[in-house]
């Protein structure tokens, strides 16, 4: 028996440590986890000595390199820039090196990699070009997010990035450096690099929206660079290479070329340098600026001390603009010498002067000042010889729109879906811009937001369809879901037709929300003269054919609609009209002529429908020469608040020569009811208006201007150049 428990001992040790020894030589052979967090962190080790170890690349995220300084991470597929996030570490300094060209045209939406400015990176493009890079929704939307540390010898072609609302926007960096930083490493440093596209942000610049204010006394910078990319702000600051520049912060050697649209502050270098920013030996060569009078400059917008406690002036020097910029909104003069305050339009050249500057800036310019379409490049794009391809450039970029500059003697010419598209970025709040439509425009595909939805309502628009037509408008957002939001201007000569428009929101026309203002005197009232609209309209408080509300002293004339009209909202307080769903005016007076509705209208829990204006509540409305030729009127129970012509109103309504079909169908509920007849509304009910067959109804319409009226396929009158 020992025997044998002698056996079955020796047994079980020996087959123990067979185990075990199997165990060990499996996780010696397993693959390299590059997640474990020790693998994350580049080990610290003498990388001056040479020793043949390229780098496990972080496990394989990477080609090879440690991510130190003389073995960076080598970046060469779509795959391993999207690891680059992976092998950031907290208060260490990561480098990077590109060893291709990375096409990103695969990642939807890249994720900034330094959102909080927690990381350091050191990024070398190695002269290669980042293709078709997109980024959009994201706080300091752009590559980097926060650049602390470098970005050099790399290309940022075909950009789109867009920024989340009340945020920043740049291709490399939504903000260089870091504003209060707590580390010397928190600067931000680019150089040798260019960037082309389209960014948008509340404020934005080609390259960076901000910069500045780095720890310990260093210098943000941005040198030997150019932007051609097209930089729209929202709000604030709109740059070509930066929008603000804070303490410690420079741009030199730097041009660019892409049009610029801001709505507060507008530079073709930096829109606002402060805190002694310093702008030296730059180009603006853009192509078109827009921005408002006092706050936009070819080279700078506004130069300023700052905020309190970081006060210096800045100054802006030896910087030169194309003589033939198209400025829109300011007037730009000639700056000789340097300056630390207000706007800085440099000194306009000719493009032989301008190319001649940039090649005289030296390394690492090329020193043909005219090699790309007729402008500079950097050697090492000379170097790789696709630089026609890939430079950015465009010696006669199409712009915006097929023509024009927004005034009233040169509109913007719309030609297509796209033009349209790029209405909203030349509006600027307190000035008219003035469009024209050059043809007719299918909207089809595209979920329309009104040009001017958001308060305080101050984009002014002069429209002018010139008998052209848009269809398949499409909008369910906004303030005042429509084309406009709210029209403070006039629209004329257009057709909308097939339009589909639908909100919760109380305000919903197909045209504009709200025409005009209440109080009327904000710049503009609202017109609209000669249009029409077709298709389906569904709101919720004030819902109307042309326009949901009509402010004050504005005008609607010769206009019709076929749409059909409903307004939805609870509580029997539905303001359903074919013009118009409510007037609501102050202490003005506004006035609806020759105007003429088919198609149906309903308030269908409740409230106000009239056949011309579902209700007024203020103001004084003078209604002339106007026909309800609808089928049916109806409400969910309330008689009493059904109109021929108007649902209900104050005792401020004038009526002339207001007509309704008299096969009219009025019911409230199920219940099918009949009115009398009315010249002139009285007291303040609805108002009827004087019934009459279609055949003289037509007849009406048509002697209202038999030069601009026809009678319709179906037997309406239209216009004679209706389509």
Same mark, same amino acid.
């Given at each position: 028996?020992?025997?044998?428990?002698?056996?079955?001992?020796?047994?079980?040790?020996?087959?123990?440590?067979?185990?075990?020894?199997?165990?060990?030589?499996?996780?010696?052979?397993?693959? =390299?986890?590059?997640?474990?967090?020790?693998?994350? %962190?580049?080990?610290?080790?003498?990388?001056?000595?040479?020793?043949?170890?390229?780098?496990?690349?972080?496990?394989?995220?990477?080609?090879?390199?440690?991510?130190?300084?003389?073995?960076?991470? !080598?970046?060469?597929?779509?795959?391993?820039?999207?690891?680059?996030?992976?092998? !950031?570490?907290?208060?260490?300094?990561?480098?990077?090196?590109?060893? *291709?060209?990375?096409?990103?045209?695969?990642?939807?939406?890249?994720?900034?990699?330094?959102?909080?400015?927690?990381?350091?990176?050191?990024?070398?493009?190695?002269?290669?070009? %980042?293709?078709?890079?997109?980024?959009?929704?994201?706080?300091?939307?752009?590559?980097?997010?926060?650049?602390?540390?470098?970005?050099?010898?790399?290309?940022?072609?075909?950009?789109?990035?867009?920024?989340?609302?009340?945020?920043?926007?740049?291709?490399?960096?939504?903000?260089?450096?870091?504003?209060?930083?707590?580390?010397?490493?928190?600067?931000?440093?680019?150089?040798?690099?260019?960037?082309?596209?389209?960014?948008?942000?509340?404020?934005?610049?080609? %390259?960076?929206?901000?910069?500045?204010?780095?720890?310990?006394?260093?210098?943000?910078?941005?040198?030997?660079?150019?932007?051609?990319?097209?930089?729209?702000?929202?709000?604030?600051?709109?740059?070509?290479?930066?929008?603000?520049?804070?303490?410690?912060?420079?741009?030199? #050697?730097? @041009?660019?070329?892409?049009?610029?649209?801001? *709505?507060?502050?507008?530079?073709?270098?930096?829109?606002?340098?402060?805190?002694?920013?310093?702008?030296?030996?730059?180009?603006?060569?853009?192509?078109?600026?827009?921005?408002?009078?006092?706050?936009?400059?070819?080279?700078?917008?506004?130069?300023?001390?700052?905020?309190?406690?970081?006060?210096?002036?800045?100054?802006?020097?030896?910087?030169? *603009?194309?003589?033939?910029?198209?400025?829109?909104?300011?007037?730009?003069?000639?700056?000789?010498?340097?300056?630390?305050?207000?706007?800085?339009?440099?000194?306009?050249?000719?493009?032989?002067?301008?190319?001649?500057?940039? *090649?005289?800036?030296?390394?690492?310019?090329?020193?043909?000042?005219?090699?790309?379409?007729?402008?500079?490049?950097?050697?090492?794009?000379?170097?790789?010889?696709?630089?026609?391809?890939?430079?950015?450039?465009?010696?006669?970029?199409?712009?915006? =729109?097929?023509?024009?500059?927004?005034?009233?003697?040169?509109?913007?010419?719309?030609?297509?879906?796209?033009?349209?598209?790029?209405?909203?970025?030349?509006?600027?709040?307190?000035?008219?811009?003035?469009?024209?439509?050059?043809?007719?425009?299918?909207?089809?595909?595209?979920?329309?937001?009104?040009?001017?939805?958001?308060?305080?309502?101050?984009?002014?628009?002069?429209?002018?369809?010139?008998?052209?037509?848009?269809? &398949?408008?499409?909008?369910?957002?906004?303030?005042?879901?429509?084309?406009?939001?709210?029209?403070?201007?006039?629209?004329?000569?257009?057709?909308?037709?097939?339009?589909?428009?639908?909100?919760? &929101?109380?305000?919903?026309?197909?045209?504009?929300?709200?025409?005009?203002?209440?109080?009327?005197?904000?710049?503009?009232?609202?017109?609209?003269?000669?249009?029409?609209?077709?298709?389906?309209?569904?709101?919720?408080?004030?819902?109307?054919?042309?326009?949901?509300?009509?402010?004050? &002293?504005?005008?609607?004339?010769?206009?019709?609609?076929?749409?059909?009209?409903?307004?939805?909202?609870?509580?029997?307080?539905?303001?359903?009209?074919?013009? %118009?769903?409510?007037?609501?005016?102050?202490?003005?007076?506004?006035?609806?002529?020759?105007?003429?509705?088919?198609?149906?209208?309903?308030?269908?829990?409740?409230?106000?429908?009239?056949?011309?204006?579902?209700?007024?509540?203020?103001?004084?409305?003078?209604?002339?020469?106007?026909?309800?030729?609808?089928?049916? !009127?109806? &409400? #969910?129970?309330?008689?009493?608040?059904?109109?021929?012509?108007?649902?209900?109103?104050?005792?401020?309504?004038?009526?002339?020569?207001? @007509?309704? #079909?008299?096969?009219?169908?009025?019911?409230?509920?199920?219940?099918?009811?009949?009115?009398?007849?009315?010249?002139?509304?009285?007291?303040?009910?609805?108002?009827?208006?004087?019934?009459?067959?279609?055949?003289?109804?037509?007849?009406?319409?048509?002697?209202?201007?038999?030069? !601009?009226?026809?009678?319709?396929?179906?037997?309406?009158?239209?216009?004679?150049?209706?389509?």
């Amino acid at each position: 028996m020992k025997n044998k428990f002698y056996h079955i001992s020796t047994y079980s040790v020996m087959r123990y440590w067979t185990i075990l020894w199997m165990a060990v030589l499996s996780f010696s052979c397993s693959d =390299f986890n590059p997640m474990d967090s020790y693998s994350r %962190i580049p080990p610290d080790r003498n990388t001056d000595i040479d020793d043949g170890d390229e780098g496990d690349g972080a496990g394989g995220l990477f080609e090879k390199g440690y991510g130190t300084m003389n073995k960076p991470y !080598l970046v060469m597929d779509v795959i391993q820039i999207q690891n680059m996030s992976e092998a !950031l570490v907290k208060g260490k300094m990561i480098y990077f090196q590109l060893g *291709a060209d990375i096409d990103m045209k695969s990642v939807s939406n890249w994720e900034p990699l330094n959102s909080n400015g927690d990381y350091y990176i050191y990024f070398d493009g190695n002269n290669h070009i %980042i293709k078709n890079f997109t980024c959009t929704d994201k706080a300091y939307a752009s590559f980097f997010g926060i650049l602390a540390g470098t970005c050099k010898n790399v290309g940022f072609y075909n950009a789109h990035v867009e920024a989340a609302t009340n945020s920043g926007a740049g291709v490399i960096g939504g903000y260089i450096g870091v504003k209060a930083p707590n580390a010397v490493e928190k600067t931000g440093q680019v150089e040798n690099c260019y960037v082309s596209g389209k960014v948008k942000g509340k404020y934005a610049g080609g %390259i960076a929206s901000r910069m500045g204010r780095p720890y310990g006394g260093q210098i943000c910078y941005i040198k030997n660079c150019y932007s051609t990319a097209e930089v729209i702000s929202t709000g604030d600051e709109c740059g070509g290479i930066v929008g603000s520049m804070y303490e410690n912060s420079e741009v030199s #050697y730097c @041009y660019s070329t892409g049009v610029l649209i801001g *709505a507060n502050s507008v530079g073709g270098i930096a829109a606002l340098p402060s805190e002694g920013a310093k702008i030296t030996s730059c180009v603006a060569w853009n192509w078109k600026m827009t921005g408002p009078a006092a706050r936009s400059g070819r080279i700078c917008g506004v130069l300023s001390q700052g905020e309190n406690g970081h006060q210096a002036d800045p100054v802006a020097s030896e910087c030169y *603009a194309w003589e033939d910029i198209v400025c829109t909104g300011f007037s730009p003069e000639d700056n000789v010498g340097s300056v630390s305050t207000g706007k800085y339009d440099g000194v306009g050249e000719s493009v032989l002067t301008l190319q001649n500057s940039i *090649a005289n800036w030296g390394t690492p310019w090329h020193n043909v000042g005219n090699i790309d379409m007729g402008f500079p490049i950097l050697e090492w794009q000379l170097d790789r010889e696709d630089y026609a391809s890939y430079g950015g450039h465009d010696n006669e970029p199409e712009g915006d =729109f097929a023509s024009g500059d927004g005034t009233q003697n040169n509109p913007y010419v719309i030609a297509n879906a796209i033009h349209i598209q790029n209405m909203s970025k030349v509006l600027i709040g307190k000035q008219t811009t003035y469009f024209v439509l050059s043809a007719d425009i299918d909207m089809q595909g595209i979920k329309w937001t009104p040009l001017n939805g958001d308060g305080p309502y101050e984009k002014w628009i002069i429209f002018d369809g010139r008998n052209h037509v848009i269809r &398949n408008l499409n909008c369910d957002s906004g303030s005042y879901p429509s084309f406009f939001g709210v029209l403070c201007g006039e629209c004329k000569n257009v057709g909308f037709v097939d339009a589909n428009i639908s909100s919760t &929101n109380q305000g919903i026309g197909i045209i504009a929300g709200y025409v005009g203002l209440n109080s009327g005197a904000v710049g503009f009232t609202g017109k609209i003269i000669n249009c029409y609209t077709t298709g389906i309209l569904k709101g919720s408080g004030a819902a109307g054919g042309i326009g949901g509300i009509f402010g004050g &002293n504005g005008r609607i004339e010769n206009c019709y609609t076929t749409a059909t009209i409903i307004d939805q909202i609870n509580n029997d307080n539905g303001k359903a009209g074919g013009i %118009i769903g409510r007037f609501h005016a102050g202490n003005t007076t506004s006035y609806i002529e020759n105007c003429h509705v088919s198609g149906d209208i309903s308030a269908t829990k409740g409230g106000w429908v009239g056949g011309i204006v579902g209700n007024m509540d203020s103001g004084t409305l003078n209604i002339k020469n106007c026909v309800a030729w609808s089928s049916t !009127l109806l &409400n #969910y129970s309330n008689q009493a608040k059904i109109g021929r012509i108007v649902g209900g109103h104050n005792n401020n309504v004038t009526a002339e020569n207001c @007509y309704a #079909y008299d096969g009219m169908i009025l019911k409230a509920g199920e219940a099918t009811f009949t009115v009398s007849d009315e010249t002139s509304p009285s007291g303040s009910s609805s108002f009827q208006g004087v019934a009459k067959s279609a055949n003289e109804l037509k007849t009406t319409v048509i002697s209202w201007d038999s030069s !601009l009226w026809k009678e319709g396929s179906n037997g309406y009158p239209v216009f004679k150049w209706s389509k």
